[in-house]
Nanobody, 126 residues
Framework: VQLQASGGGLVQAGGSLTLSCVAS??????????IGWFRQAPGKKREGVAIMRKWDGHTYYLESVKGRFTISMDNAKNTVNLQMNSLKPEDTAAYYC??????????????????WGQGTLVTVSS
């Protein structure tokens, strides 16, 4: 599975951004257990922001983004989006799209997530 992320940028505090991740596979099966977004700010550990389980849509959100961020999946377009509203300077980070292939992934740290897209930088100015 290949993941292509886009949508980062510079935004003022209180603003909004939408990140998109397009998933593709050479054999078009797109087999994965869960997919979502992680972020890593300079000097900080990687953290799970929003994850969605494929088969039932169950979601996980980082506590600090609940009520502000929304993850959604467009199965027809093989795309997972992250709508980010009311952005804060502390949301500044490189955001990564990742997929867990067989259900062993840690949704908090991202360990055991096998597939990763390139990072897209989100900068929120105060």
């Amino acid at each position: 599975v290949q993941l292509q992320a886009s949508g980062g940028g510079l935004v003022q505090a209180g603003g909004s951004l939408t990140l998109s991740c397009v998933a593709s596979d050479s054999d078009r099966t797109l087999n994965y257990y869960a997919i979502g977004w992680f972020r890593q700010a300079p000097g900080k550990k990687r953290e799970g922001v929003a994850i969605m389980r494929k088969w039932d849509g169950h979601t996980y959100y980082l506590e600090s983004v609940k009520g502000r961020f929304t993850i959604s999946m467009d199965n027809a377009k093989n795309t997972v989006n992250l709508q980010m509203n009311s952005l804060k300077p502390e949301d500044t980070a490189a955001y990564y799209c990742a997929a867990d292939r067989i259900g062993r992934g840690n949704w908090i740290s991202g360990s055991e997530f096998v597939y990763w897209g390139q990072g897209t930088l989100v900068t929120v100015s105060s």
